[in-house]
């Protein structure tokens, strides 16, 4: 029964070369469907990863502190620096903050994170560079490589500043300026280490670290200790295990040395990232199911098609059906032309996906990720549709009365 | 044992009031070998019976035994399957597929069979050469004349081996040369064994039977078998059959319409002219019939 299969592949393709302009127009209504389901969904993936990476690169059991009670607002992404500039100095954290973090048992390690207004001058001035002052485990803390030197050490060495590499190519027009001094407030700071290129805003989407200056927090204290306001505090567990316990004792610690204010939040990735991920996936739901619907407009196309085919055909039909073919033979016949309409359809849709997700890494920010799950789901589905649409039509044709068919011309 | 058994069988259509009488009680029995042909006017029911005798359609009372079986009542598929094995069709339009070359519509019936498509064009291209048009297999039915459309048509219609060729009007879309060819083919066919039934208006073409029916308002009312090379002895009687139009009919017919025009007064001397010419070809058509 193969070649009768193929045969009726064949004949289908030959039918629906036959009317050109109406099975492309057919098929593209599945083509969008199926690409409009792909797209978001790997859209959707891509940002997920995307977040996710971004997690990841700090690890997973990087515990924040920030200011602000955020606790009740899933919203809250506990990896933004909210804009350096907005945060108002009353809502800031302090030393004792720092301290009760410290304290707490299970903690490995902390660091503050604080900025300071003031131009740097090396070879060249730059006008008020971002300034962080920090604790020694920053690299660790944040994941994020040295490329050249070492970050600094314990308080022994006060006066050595690491640079972001875009802001040594600034300062000194050059890549490595190691040793080289710089004048940050009166004060001279040897240039200790330069950071590897951060990706993207690891931090928040407006500070970028790449241009930032970081000075040891004792001397950032010793310049002047008044304005010196703790934005973030960073800490990890002794185990990543222990991530939720951990902030969970921290922020009791905190709220006791705060005197129960409640205004500082204590947030680990895991929380945040569940967030976004429900967020990232209930849109990708709803757009989902509004592709589905594009989806099953495109079925009801195919059905369209196939009942002008077969009205068309009619007297086509009489004459298979004089000189031999069952009902089945017929049904079958109409049905694979059904079939090779959705399945190209599929096929067009999910290779021109492809497309638009390589498009979109190229252009955009967007990094879709290539889902072969909603490929398969999507293309499958517009063949179901096909079927199932194409069906009603093969069943008219089929059941049609010999005589009758024959008579139409 | 008779290849095609027809006892009373009566086709209907439409009820009630409006019950049409397509076949009334025909009996017909057909031995294999024979090639009948059928005459009457339009409407007697030829087509009707040629479609029951092809199981394209099936009767409302009455018994149909082709080859000792009972197939009056068979199931659709049943029927399409005897279709495709015992009978070939062959139309007064051809009915080739125009998107098909010749080949792939001589093997058609091959496809139904489930056939590979190696042997499918091997027996179509027999068939193709056996009514002449080997070399037309690629050609598409536009490219073809009219009698060698038919032609593909009969290899279609042979290209199964089966007993029964049933042939509704063959030549009534070919001119008079074309014609000699499609029904020397048909007799050929015969002389190799096969039942033929033919469907005609043309009495010159029962030379090529050996049996002549004759029908009329559903029924049998002749049935005389002949020798062949030999016109029916009845056969240019039906002279009814043929379609005539004359002239004078088409002025009538002109007449007709315009006194049948609403709201248009004509001058009184125009019309009395029609209506002179209108008496005048009604005498020519009662001379006529």
């Given amino acids: 029964m193969s070649t009768m299969r193929r045969g009726n592949i064949l004949q289908a393709t030959q039918s629906l070369k036959n009317a050109k302009a109406r099975s492309f127009l057919t098929m593209l209504g599945i083509v969008i469907g199926v690409m409009a389901v792909i797209c978001v969904v790997c859209i959707g993936q891509g940002v997920k990863q995307q977040i996710g990476n971004r997690v990841d690169h ?51 390690l902390s660091v503050p994170l604080s900025t300071l207004p003031g131009s740097a ?26 490329a050249f030197g070492g970050f600094f050490g314990d308080d022994n060495h006060p006066n050595i ?19 080289r001094s710089l004048n940050f407030h009166g004060q001279n700071f040897v240039v200790g280490g330069i950071f590897a290129p951060f990706d993207a805003a690891p931090f928040s989407l407006s500070a970028d670290f790449n241009n930032a200056l970081f000075i040891p927090f004792a001397a950032a204290q010793a310049i002047d200790a008044n304005a010196l306001g703790i934005y973030q505090i960073l800490a990890k567990p002794d185990k990543p295990s222990n991530a939720q316990a951990v902030a969970k004792a921290m922020q009791t610690n905190i709220n006791r040395e705060r005197g129960d204010s409640h205004d500082v939040s204590v947030l680990t990735q895991s929380s945040s990232l569940d967030a976004s991920n429900q967020i990232v996936h209930l849109l990708t739901l709803l757009t989902v199911g509004v592709a589905a619907i594009a989806l099953v407009v495109g079925g009801v196309g195919i059905m369209d098609v196939m009942l002008v085919s077969v009205t068309e055909r009619m007297h086509e039909i009489g004459l298979r059906k004089a000189i031999g073919a069952t009902n089945q033979q017929i049904l079958r016949q109409f049905m694979t032309e059904a079939l090779v309409l959705s399945t190209a359809g599929a096929i067009i849709g999910g290779l021109l996906s492809l497309l638009v997700i390589v498009i979109l890494r190229w252009f955009t920010g967007l990094h879709p ?11 499958g589905l517009a063949v179901v549709t096909g079927a199932v649409f194409g069906t009603a039509p093969a069943l008219k044709a089929a059941r049609k009365d010999p005589i009758e068919a024959l008579r139409n011309q | 044992m008779s290849l095609i058994e027809l006892q009373e069988v009566s086709k209907l259509y439409g009820f009630g009031d409006a019950t049409n009488v397509a076949l009334d009680e025909v009996s017909l029995t057909i031995e294999p070998g024979e090639c009948v042909a ?55 339009s051809f009915n080739l597929l125009t998107r098909m070359t010749a080949l792939e519509n001589v093997a058609l019936p ?15 291209y027999e068939m193709l050469e056996r009514v002449g048009l080997s070399d037309r297999g690629y050609y598409y039915p536009r490219q073809l004349s009219g009698g060698q459309m038919q032609c593909v048509a009969i290899a279609r219609a042979l290209v199964n081996e089966p007993q029964l060729i049933i042939a509704d009007e063959p030549t009534g879309n070919l001119d008079s040369a074309s ?26 073409l029962t030379r090529y039977a050996t049996r002549v029916v004759y029908m009329h308002d559903g029924g049998i009312i002749h049935d005389e078998h002949t020798k062949l090379g030999e016109v029916g002895r009845y056969a240019r009687q039906v002279m009814y059959a043929i379609p005539k139009t004359t002239e004078e009919d088409d002025l009538a017919g ?18 009395k002219k029609t209506t002179h010419k209108k008496t005048n070809s009604r005498k020519t058509v009662r001379k006529k019939s």
């Fill in chain 1, 58 to 108: 700090f690890g997973k059991d990087l515990i924040t502190i920030r200011p602000g009670n955020n606790n009740d607002s899933t919203f809250g992404n506990g990896v933004l620096l909210a804009s350096r500039l907005s945060l108002s100095t009353s809502s800031l954290l302090t030393t004792n903050d720092l301290k009760a973090v410290q304290d707490t048992p299970g903690v490995r």
């Fill in chain 1, 121 to 146: 001058e090396g070879d060249n001035r730059v006008d008020s560079p971002l300034v962080i002052a920090t604790g020694k485990d920053l690299p660790e803390a944040i994941n994020q490589k040295i």
């Fill in chain 1, 161 to 179: 500043v690491v640079l972001g590499p875009n802001l040594a190519q600034q300062l000194f027009d050059e890549r490595v300026p190691l040793g």
């Fill in chain 1, 369 to 379: 990720v290539v889902v072969w799950q909603a490929f398969v789901l999507a293309m």
């Fill in chain 2, 38 to 92: 059928v005459m009457g006017p339009s409407g007697c029911g030829k087509s009707t019976l040629m479609n029951v005798i092809g199981l394209l359609d099936h009767p409302t009372h009455g018994v149909y035994r082709l080859s000792g079986n009972y197939v009056s009542r068979l199931h659709q598929n049943q029927r399409a399957k005897i279709r495709r094995d015992k009978v070939g069709f062959i139309f007064q």
């Fill in chain 2, 110 to 124: 091959l496809l139904y069979k489930g056939q590979s498509i190696g042997r499918r064009t091997r027996k179509a």
């Fill in chain 2, 179 to 204: 014609s000699r060819l499609v029904m020397e083919l048909l007799s050929e066919i015969h002389k190799s064994g096969n039942t033929v039934i033919f469907v005609t208006h043309n009495p010159e």
């Fill in chain 2, 254 to 271: 002109v007449s007709v319409l315009m006194k049948a025009l609403p709201g248009k007064h004509k001058p009184k001397t125009p019309r």
